[in-house]
């Protein structure tokens, strides 16, 4: 279990080296219940997120829930965003955090900071934020990476997970706040991993003025 104790969870700022990403159930069979966003910009916005993060050298774990019997693989274009080498851990349980290996899997990171997107804001993002941050982690939820069926599935999880101290964020701010220096030179890939196109096309301009100076 991490230690919180002389840390405020709420003013710390995420970073490279202090957080994880969890990735819970986002499978082809359950875009089609997403109703508080298209399933094209919901895929857009965890595409993304993973994306970011795999520029920025996070952990990130992926989790599936009954894949073979019910709700299918993870969406393509999230699989491919991800490294190969990143084993999906499909399970039968409702709420991720049950599963032994997935705390397991977020335990052997060393982070203390874990951020959480699930297709399902009500279950597939609330539970195991709720679990994890019971467990002693800091735990941002990403609400613009997971769905739900309407408003108020939306809204009663978000106040169930800033009651329990789950910090709710969305999938651009959280990258943004991981990138820290726009200096950097992973920056433009970030932007680029986020589809942000006037970052970008400003990228675009410097290096052409850059190369018009020489």
């Known amino acids: 279990m991490p230690e919180n104790a002389n840390r405020n969870r709420f003013t710390e700022p995420l970073t490279r080296d202090n957080a994880a990403l969890l990735l819970v159930d986002h499978q082809v069979g359950l875009f089609a219940a997403i109703r508080d966003y298209s399933p094209a910009e919901l895929k857009h916005n965890v595409v993304a997120l993973a ?3 795999r ?8 989790t599936t829930t009954a894949a073979k019997f019910l709700w299918g693989p993870i969406a393509p274009e999230l699989k491919a965003a991800l490294d190969p080498e990143v084993q999906v851990i499909d399970r039968s349980t409702v709420n991720a955090w049950t599963d032994p290996r997935i705390p397991a899997a977020v335990a052997a990171t060393g982070r203390t900071k874990l951020i959480i997107a699930g297709i399902s804001t009500d279950v597939c993002l609330t539970l195991p934020a709720l679990s994890a941050t019971g467990a002693g982690y800091d735990v941002y939820g990403v609400v613009d990476a997971s769905g739900t069926i309407n408003e108020t599935k939306r809204m009663t999880s978000i106040l169930r997970m800033q009651q329990a101290g ?19 030179p992973l920056a433009r890939q970030v932007y680029e991993a986020l589809d942000v196109g006037f970052a970008i096309l400003n990228a675009q301009l410097r290096e052409a003025y ?4 020489t």
């Open 210 to 213: 850059g190369k018009a100076a």
């Open 166 to 184: 789950v910090i709710v964020v969305d999938h651009g701010a959280v990258v943004v706040e991981l990138l820290g220096d726009n200096a950097d």
């Open 51 to 53: 994306k970011a993060a």
């Open 55 to 62: 520029v920025l050298g996070l952990p990130i774990i992926v």
